[in-house]
């Protein structure tokens, strides 16, 4: 899964060939012989493809970050929707304030744009 995501974020970066054996091995799950008659290559250049792909991966990653800011920012966004929905309940339990709802209404606003965007 984790080469599935780095491919997400920075597959572009890679050759045809180390792009098209990785989406074939991790994404379709094909094995490397199989690969080897799609892409008409060698079952050894297949996995020099996908090794050589998966270190610039993992090379990206380590120096741009992105993925691992990606997933602390999506960890963030669920930990405030669940406090959101917390005061939700909390309020319709408890306080009920108009107010209140209006301003939790514009939270989940904002909550769900920045999650669309992420």
Known sequence: MEVSLLFDFY????????ADAIELYYNQDLSLS???????????????????GEKLLFELEQKLG?????????KKINA????????????RKKIFSEELK????????????IDEKV
């Not at 209006?102 to 744009?113: H, N, P, R, S, V």
């Open 11 to 18: 597959g572009e970066l890679l050759t045809k060939r180390q």
């Open 102 to 113: 209006q301003q939790i209404d514009i939270l989940k606003g904002i909550i769900g744009d």
């Open 34 to 52: 199989e690969i080897s008659e799609h892409l008409n290559i060698t079952r050894q250049g297949v996995r020099d493809s996908i090794k050589r």
């Open 80 to 91: 405030a929707k669940d406090i959101v929905d917390d005061m939700e309940v909390l309020n």
């Open 66 to 74: 992105i993925v691992k800011r990606f997933i602390t920012i999506q």
